[in-house]
């Protein structure tokens, strides 16, 4: 069964830092392009970040670029997304994304709340 399970969100002040895991299963995350969205209350869903498959490509939304970083641990079958400089726009519920086997799998979602 291809599953995804987000996990490493919470409450975090301004500035503070989080990291955020995507543990897959039923595949490996090497062969598979890897991404992370949010979507914020009232907001569409939007992609922060991507790591393509089988290498170190890496894509960042503008509004979170030189603050979060993606990347992958192939051993743990799992994805990571640091998360620095937080701001109050980063609240949102965070989930990851996979196509493999061209099957649009999405994890539930973590969500994150950056506030004084």
Do not use: H
Not at 87 to 99: F, G, I, S, W
């Amino acid at each position: 069964q291809v599953q995804l399970v987000e996990s490493g969100g919470g409450l975090v002040q301004p500035g503070g830092s989080l990291r955020l895991s995507c543990a897959a299963s039923g595949f490996t995350v090497w062969l598979s392009a890897i991404s992370w969205f949010r979507q914020a209350p009232g907001k569409e869903r939007e992609l922060v970040a991507r790591i393509a498959s089988t290498g170190e490509i890496t894509n960042y939304a503008d509004s979170v670029t030189g603050r979060f970083t993606i990347s992958r641990d192939n051993a743990e079958n799992t994805v990571y997304l640091q998360m620095n400089s937080l701001k109050p726009e980063d609240t949102a519920v965070y989930y990851c994304n996979a196509m493999p086997w061209g099957m649009d799998t999405w994890g539930k979602g973590t969500l994150v709340t950056v506030s004084s």
